[in-house]
């Protein structure tokens, strides 16, 4: 493992050592909301993308407006029930992926869509910069017919742009469970003034 995967590692022994027992199992997360689901009054609708290294991704959105929630994890995979240092092996199929959860009425899907295609290389297969793995792999997770379309339609735009000069790697799959990454990934990088995962 090269950079970002690296470092983590090493963060990670340091907390492993430092706080016994807080880094647990993931658990699958509770079902994503439908699109159209209300809560409280509010319209709020789940959207999820691997994008490279989980901390910086989730960092993006999170300054997007519109965003009521965010959480880093896993998915695509065959292993249930993984552990960051499971998916780091790079045999278990899963991406790190942030989950977002947003008001439509607020941000558009595609908005969201372009804030994916903006920070990351999307012309990068199983890698981003130095982090080499399907784990690090560009994918967008639908989880309505029209999120899929939209997500086609706005890959298919890319292509035919100038704005790459590779053809445009990003896998576009149906969602699948959630599992929630430790808890010390979920937005690392509010509380780390050193990030290594620049965007």
């Known amino acids: 493992m090269a950079g970002c995967a690296l470092i983590r590692l090493g963060l990670i022994a340091a907390l492993l050592a430092a706080l016994a027992g807080a880094c647990e199992r993931a658990a699958p997360a509770p079902p994503p909301q439908d699109a159209n689901a209300k809560q409280g009054g509010n319209s709020m609708a789940t959207a999820t993308f691997g994008a490279g290294c989980f901390w910086g ?6 300054k997007t407006d519109g965003i009521l929630d965010t959480a880093v994890g896993y998915m695509g995979g065959t292993l249930e029930n993984p552990t960051y ?4 092996t790079d045999r278990t199929g899963h991406a790190e992926v942030v989950q977002v959860t947003y008001d ?3 941000v558009s899907y595609e908005e969201l869509l372009a804030v994916f295609w903006r920070i990351h290389d999307p012309t990068q297969f199983n890698r981003q910069g130095p982090d080499v793995g399907t784990q690090y792999r560009s994918v967008i997770f639908y989880h309505t ?21 590779r053809p445009i790697a990003t896998a576009i799959e149906p969602a699948a469970t959630f599992w ?11 509380g780390c003034s050193g990030g290594v ?3």
């Open 57 to 62: 991704v989730e960092a993006a959105f999170r």
């Open 197 to 199: 995962c620049p965007l």
């Open 145 to 165: 017919p029209e999120q899929e379309r939209a997500a086609r339609a706005s890959k298919q735009a890319l292509e035919t742009s100038s704005r790459h000069n």
């Open 85 to 88: 240092q499971d998916v780091c």
């Open 180 to 190: 929630r990454a430790e808890e010390y990934h979920q937005r690392y990088l509010e």
């Open 104 to 106: 439509p009425s607020a």
